[in-house]
């Protein structure tokens, strides 16, 4: 079963506007993890964010976490056709050896 | 190479046959993990290996799933009497940290079609 949840399910913007993603949770975290998936590829890491953090910046890339609300948002700023792809959120639970799991995507169109 | 390989990277077999699936970590990696994806839908997990040593199988589906790593690198998946439902893309990560303290590295997966 997937722990996360991403929201929406599909987006599709103009290139050179904002998008955001969301991802919900279910149980405690030790950190949380966004990915990007091109069609038929592997998954790349974007960002790793830890439960004490509440926000992270990288390039063109913003990160919140709100532990309170088990939530986190991916801000992609200026897009680019190339940022076509799917975004996954993946929790890291906290205990134990730190189980990672996926949501279940938000898939991104950037049109250009 | 540098990257997680995966071997092999399409597969099709008849309903019934065993088939074996190869992970090639990135040397030095302590974790590996693999998932299980559907089409359209996120990975699901299987299984994890810190070394050698398998600490959770919780999510392999039935018992015609095994995975083994046997001297800490080198990852072999294996589903016996293959059905319908195995068809989905398997993929593999490691990692240089223990479970998901840090990033995982991906293979581009072995996608298996059962027919």
């Known amino acids: 079963s997937q722990q996360g949840e991403e929201d929406p399910q599909a987006l599709s913007i103009q290139e050179g506007e904002n998008a955001t993603m969301n991802c919900s949770y279910k149980t405690s975290i030790n950190n949380l993890q966004w990915y990007r998936q091109n069609s038929g590829r592997g998954l790349v890491h974007l960002i790793l964010i830890r439960s004490n953090e509440r926000e992270k910046h990288s390039g063109r890339l913003r990160v919140t976490l709100d532990t309170s609300k088990k939530s986190s948002s991916l801000l992609i700023t200026a897009s680019r056709a190339a940022d076509t792809a799917s975004y996954f959120c993946?929790?890291?639970?906290?205990?134990?050896?730190?189980?990672?799991?996926f949501g279940t995507g938000t898939k991104l169109q950037v049109i250009p | 190479g540098a990257g997680v390989s995966q071997s092999p990277r399409y597969k099709v077999a008849k309903r019934g046959q065993d088939v074996a699936l190869r992970c090639d970590p990135i040397?030095?990696?302590?974790?590996l993990f693999w998932y299980q994806q559907a089409l359209g839908q996120g990975p699901e997990f299987l299984t994890y290996f810190q070394n050698e040593a398998q600490l959770d199988k919780s999510g392999l589906p039935s018992d015609r799933f095994f995975a083994e790593r046997p001297e800490g690198s080198v990852s072999t998946l294996k589903i016996q009497r293959t059905q319908q439902e195995d068809s989905a893309v398997y993929l593999c990560a490691s990692s240089f940290q223990r479970g998901g303290t840090g990033e995982l590295f991906f293979g581009e997966g072995s996608r298996l079609t059962v027919l």
């Open positions: 993946a929790t890291i639970l906290s205990g134990g050896y730190q189980k990672v799991t």
């Open positions: 040397s030095g990696h302590v974790s």
